[in-house]
């Protein structure tokens, strides 16, 4: 015999719209509500005992105790009868009632005899589900025992009301009370808990920021009212656009954050250009509105998330300046000058590698190493100890390296390498990098960064990358101290391991603010103290042996 479909209550679009404003459907066990089901059963003497709310097509489970299934179809259950009325639904025997005796939950193995039920009432009248007690023989419950089960369903609701009274404070607490977005304390530890995830998995992450184009212009000529609808409706924009596992936060006045996990670069780059264009089309009160947006992502540069977000507020400044409207990648920042200019060399002379065949070899190179060598000049505009130090070193390593073998090809890059090693310390803060006495922690974890800028900045131009090992690593030690990779013994290139050693060999000879160059003796005592765990211990002895055979060639040529 066909179960015969349970009519609805009159309400039941309004009961609806109740029961999901608490949020309960589908979450995870509460101690709370196991321990008013235990307590059910145990009064009214019976095997079985459940929390269940109905939806539009099923009732769901939230505790129960004696039960397996964790939902049924809202028709085949006794609580859709309950919902109906206004107190307990009392069945003594369900196989003597008309609208449950052909009920599956009857003529299956579950037995069911005896089910007593207490509609889950709101303070507004919905009921939203019910707490029953079920026995596999007839029963009835006495008056104390219907009195303790309607007490304990009014317990649920207030569990109910206290769930959603907390969810309120959670809410108020993490989010923007004008735009509805993640506040920016909350997204601060959101972020760090995704950096910190990206770091294990070695997976991307990149944010994105935004800034409304002359906001203030916005709210002096149309008012505040306006200048919050205009927030209120980008914040919309970002919501609907952001996927999962992404978090948007309204930064701080008219500006935006968004993380974008497992994205890189060029993709974080193509969102926020969408965002953009979604912006500059939508139809705002008074007059239209645009944004500018910096995109940064995590790479060798970014040992914490505070650096990504220094990174991709920088780009952002810079999109601003370029003219609003605009997207700006931290990339672009630190690669903007050496990138003109060897886009200016490009435009007449096309990569060496392609051209070393060709009549004018000499010249090619030639044109090249000017334009390399311009770059690092651009350094000793802010340091004037770069200069002397970068053309020393550079011969020294050239020197070594043909020592140990190099070819002439691989010579080039090393002179490249050489002459660009500081280059990254162009995005260091002149009061770190011209600091007069030694850096303090903080300050020597800002410098450490700049092998990161190097190798941001110059790892697009595809003929420079055989010269990227020694401006990236060249901080790398033997023994895996180093930085920023931390690599250890061969791991590191050998062209870096080679400028190393002669870096340090110059830096030591040379005064500095606060202290004076050590001796010759000096320097090499420490290089050959050091050998095995800062440098490369057979890099050490060619190096030691071609400074003895330099100055053996000095005493020969004084005698002479």
Avoid at 371 to 385: H, N, P, Q, V
Wanted: proline share 6%.
């Amino acid at each position: 015999m066909p179960v015969v479909p349970v009519p609805k209550p009159e309400n039941e679009n309004e009961r609806l719209d109740a029961l999901r404003r608490y949020q309960i459907l589908d979450t995870l066990p509460e101690l709370a509500f196991d321990d008013v089901v235990r307590l059910a059963a145990y009064i009214c003497e019976v095997p079985m005992s459940l929390i269940g709310f109905i939806d539009e097509t099923r009732q769901w489970l939230k505790s129960k105790i004696g039960i397996e299934v964790a939902e049924a179809p809202r028709d085949l259950t006794f609580c859709a009868h309950t919902i109906l009325q206004g107190g307990i639904l009392e069945v003594p025997d369900a196989t003597k009632d008309p609208r449950f005796k052909s009920n599956p939950a009857v003529t299956s193995a579950l037995h069911t005899r005896f089910y007593a039920g207490v509609p889950l009432t709101t303070s507004e009248g919905y009921n939203l589900g019910t707490l029953c007690v079920i026995d596999r023989k007839p029963g009835e419950l006495t008056d104390a025992q219907r009195t303790a089960l309607e007490a304990l369903a009014r317990q649920v609701i207030a569990q109910l009301e206290l769930r959603r009274y907390v969810a309120d404070l959670e809410k108020l607490a993490t989010t923007d009370g004008l735009t509805e977005l993640t506040n920016i304390r909350t997204f601060r530890k959101l972020l760090s808990q995704k950096f910190s995830d990206c770091q294990v998995t070695k997976s991307p992450l990149s944010l994105v920021m935004l800034d409304v184009d002359r906001f203030k212009s916005y709210n002096d000529a149309y008012g505040h009212p306006a200048g919050d609808e205009v927030l209120r409706i980008i914040a919309r924009i970002i919501r609907d656009t952001l996927g999962e596992n992404q978090v948007g936060s309204r930064y701080g006045g008219e500006e935006f954050i968004i993380a974008l996990p497992n994205y890189e670069r060029e993709a974080a780059l193509c969102w926020a250009e969408k965002l953009r264009r979604k912006i500059e089309g939508t139809r705002f009160p008074f007059s239209p509105v645009t944004v500018s947006l910096g995109v940064a992502e995590k790479s060798p540069l970014t040992a914490h998330d505070t650096d990504l977000l220094e990174q991709v507020d920088k780009a952002l400044y810079t999109s601003k300046h370029r003219g609003r409207n605009c997207v700006t990648g931290f990339h672009e920042i630190l690669s903007s000058v050496p990138s003109e200019v060897m886009r200016s060399a490009l435009q007449i002379l096309p990569p060496p590698e392609k051209t070393m065949l060709t009549q004018n070899q000499d010249q090619l190179t030639d044109v090249f190493n000017s334009t390399i060598e311009g770059w690092a000049r651009l350094l000793s505009l802010r340091d004037d100890e770069t200069a002397g130090h970068s053309d020393r070193v550079m011969e020294m390593s050239l020197r070594l390296a043909e020592r140990m073998g190099l070819r002439e090809r691989e010579l080039m890059f090393v002179r490249w390498g050489a002459l660009l090693h500081d280059i990254g310390k162009m995005g260091v803060p002149d009061e770190i990098l011209l600091k007069p006495g030694p850096l303090n922690a903080e300050e020597w974890q800002v410098m450490r960064r700049h092998p990161g800028y190097a190798h941001s900045s110059l790892s697009h131009i595809e003929f420079l990358h055989p010269a990227l090992d020694i401006p990236y690593c060249h901080h790398e030690k033997w023994d895996g101290t180093g930085y920023p990779q931390g690599l250890r013994g061969k791991d590191i290139p050998l062209m870096a391991r080679i400028f190393a050693v002669v870096d340090v060999w110059d830096a030591l000879r040379s005064d500095r603010p606060y202290r004076a160059g050590w001796s010759e003796p000096q320097v090499q005592e420490y290089i050959r103290d050091q050998s095995g765990t800062h440098f490369d211990p057979e890099i050490v002895t060619e190096f030691l042996l071609l400074l003895a055979g330099e100055r053996s060639r000095e005493v020969l040529a004084r005698a002479a």
